[in-house]
């Protein structure tokens, strides 16, 4: 029988179960929907990160990306834990083709598009 992994150790800002399941591959986090705007936030933050040629991914599975980013960033405490969950999210995804940024890269890009 299965069970859930557990939460890793020494990350307080990963502690959610929730966003594991997402970042994993496995069912989004149960509860709301993503707000419209966080949706176009983070369409706005990969957008960039595309551009920049740090990311990337097939037109056909931007939709489902966009959706699992807004669902998991949504949960964020802080603007450093919604960086930190966007740049894990896109680097683990199986909707991302390539990655080919350090994280530091790719949360500064995302810092950038987010806070304007």
Same mark, same amino acid.
């Given at each position: ?7 890793? !150790? ?7 179960? #929730?966003? $594991?399941?997402?970042?994993? +591959?496995?069912?989004?986090?149960? #509860? ?16 960039? $990160?595309? !551009?920049? +040629? ?16 807004? @669902? ?26 390539? %990655? ?8 500064? %890009?995302?810092?950038?598009? @987010?806070?304007?």
């Amino acid at each position: 029988m299965a069970s859930d992994p557990p939460p890793p !150790d020494g990350d307080d800002d990963l502690s959610d179960l #929730g966003f $594991l399941r997402a970042v994993l +591959g496995g069912d989004a986090p149960a #509860g709301e929907p993503p707000s419209p705007q966080i949706a176009r936030e983070v369409e706005a933050a990969l957008g960039a $990160l595309v !551009d920049a +040629g740090l990311v990337e991914l097939e037109d056909e599975r931007r939709p489902a990306l966009v959706a699992e980013l807004a @669902t998991v960033v949504g949960e964020a405490r802080s603007p450093r834990d919604y960086l930190k969950r966007f740049v894990r999210c896109v680097v683990h995804s199986d909707h991302v083709e390539e %990655v080919y940024g350090s994280d530091d890269e790719l949360q500064a %890009v995302v810092a950038r598009v @987010t806070s304007s």
